[in-house]
């Protein structure tokens, strides 16, 4: 009976142990997931000042429809930047400027005539727009449409000295103007096509009128929130889209819309004046089709020395940094970058939205657009994840206008974007960066 009860008694300080032991282990973690509940009563109030009065519509309106299309160092590109101070400085940032970013060296380009018809075997103009930095042609040009058959780089040997070969895609200011290129719409491409594969003749008549002009630098737009706290108020939160578009239709969805998005989001935060700990920063990046050229190269000044690697004053400053580049969808969750860190704080955060089908909390990478510049020097940059709407045939084309905007979606994603950035900004700690990996000796790597 005394062994007996011993034993039980042993059992019990085990078990007893085990419960201290578990509750500790986990203690850190359970005080973390508390810390990142969102603020429900800030989060109501985004929520009804972004869904109630939002102003997506008329600012979507005016970088869309007034601005217009935004080709990096187009005339239109300094117009959109001119429009964005001024939006920054009526919502009452602070800090606002028009900043260079790096040096462009393709130079200014502006489309200012573009004229394509088919005229044979019957009448019909298309809807289309020149390839960019590419020449003019002398005038109205007519010819036969002809059907090369080239698949590999020796099929266009046989074409040799009867076909002008191009160099638009590499073009460098100051050097020959290219010849005159044409992109034309799927549609009317396949049109010709298939005539021309019927043996149906086919003639065009095309005026092309390009100018070309200096223009040295990529700029970024940017404006602040100052943050209020004593010790936390040199660090920085970022939200920001590339406001650069190509040249056929506005740029609305590529990338107006995320400019909108993130302008509404401050808006949002400015309106029910909020006291950050943190200073909220805006940057709308100049030149990211060209090669994520204003976000690289604010990460260049202010971050990382591209040639050193050595981190600058405000590379310890940084707390965090959210972007939009992927069109008109719905958030619905974002891309963590591998940074397995940052999981519970998200799936915090996005617990007020789960009823908006936005809880998604990918381990994935997405490339492609500017958080790259920030991830790839080991900073927390983050791309949201998003409905995919008409990417291939609105994109980069003259179908890419007000009309492939959803303005609901574009209010939910400014919504939750305000809510990250606010909540990335009153957190006691910054958001983590992804842990430092030391390099293994060229000697012991595997092959593949």
């Known amino acids: 009976m005394n062994f007996t009860n011993n034993l039980n008694n042993h059992r019990m300080n085990i078990f007893k142990i085990y419960i201290v032991f578990t509750v500790l282990f ?39 429809d007034f601005v217009g299309p935004r080709l990096t160092g187009s005339t239109g590109n300094n117009h959109g930047n001119e429009w ?10 602070q800090n606002v400027r028009i900043e260079p970013a790096r040096e462009f060296s393709r130079g200014g380009w502006d489309n200012q005539k573009t004229y394509a018809a088919m005229t044979s075997p019957y009448y019909t103009s298309f809807a289309c727009n020149p390839v960019a930095w590419t020449g003019s042609t002398t005038g109205m040009v007519k010819g036969e449409v002809l059907v090369l058959n080239v698949k590999t780089e020796a099929d266009q040997e046989q074409y040799k000295g009867n076909i002008p070969r191009s160099n638009g895609a590499n073009y ?29 003749p086919v003639e065009m008549e095309i005026d ?9 630098v990529v700029n970024n737009v940017i404006g602040e929130i100052p943050g209020t706290d004593k010790t936390l108020k040199t660090e920085v939160v970022m939200l920001g889209a590339h406001i650069d578009s190509w040249h056929g239709g506005t ?18 935060l400015k309106s029910l004046d909020i006291a950050p700990r943190r200073t909220i920063r805006i940057a709308l990046w100049g030149g990211e089709e060209q090669g994520l050229n204003g976000s690289s190269g604010y990460v260049e000044k202010y971050l990382v020395d591209p040639k050193t ?111 990250f950035v606010y909540n990335a900004a009153m957190r006691q700690a910054k958001l983590p960066g992804k842990p430092v990996m030391k390099g293994r000796p060229e000697n012991e790597r595997r092959l593949p």
Not at 39 to 62: C, H, P, R
Not at 178 to 185: C, F, G, K
Not at 251 to 257: E, I, Q, R
């Open 309 to 419: 690697k050595e981190h600058k004053p405000e590379f310890d400053k940084f707390a965090g940094y959210f972007n939009m580049d992927n069109g008109s969808g719905k958030y619905r969750g974002i891309y963590m970058q591998e940074n397995e860190l940052v999981r519970p704080i998200f799936e915090e955060w996005f617990k007020p939205f789960a009823d908006m089908g936005a809880s998604t909390t990918t381990i994935r990478n997405t490339s492609g657009t500017d958080h790259l510049a920030f991830d790839a020097v080991g900073l927390p940059g983050f791309q949201f994840s998003q409905d995919a709407i008409e990417y291939g045939r609105g994109y980069h084309t003259t179908m890419d206008t007000y009309e492939r905007l959803v303005m609901d979606d574009l209010k939910q994603n400014a919504v939750i974007t305000a809510s």
């Open 172 to 200: 460098t200011a100051g050097t020959s103007q290219p010849i005159a290129e044409l992109n034309l719409p799927n549609e009317d491409f396949a049109r010709m096509e298939r005539l021309l594969r019927h043996n149906v």
């Open 251 to 268: 740029g609305a969805a590529d990338n107006a819309s995320g400019c909108v998005v993130m302008h509404e989001a401050i808006r949002i």
């Open 208 to 216: 092309i009128q390009n100018k070309f002009f200096d223009s040295p």
């Open 84 to 93: 964005a101070k001024k939006k920054m400085e009526e919502l009452g940032l």
């Open 26 to 64: 986990l203690l850190p973690f359970l005080s973390q997931s508390q810390n990142e509940n969102a603020d429900l009563g800030m989060v109501y109030k985004i929520k009804q000042e972004g869904l109630k009065n939002s102003g997506t519509e008329e600012m979507a309106f005016w970088l869309t």
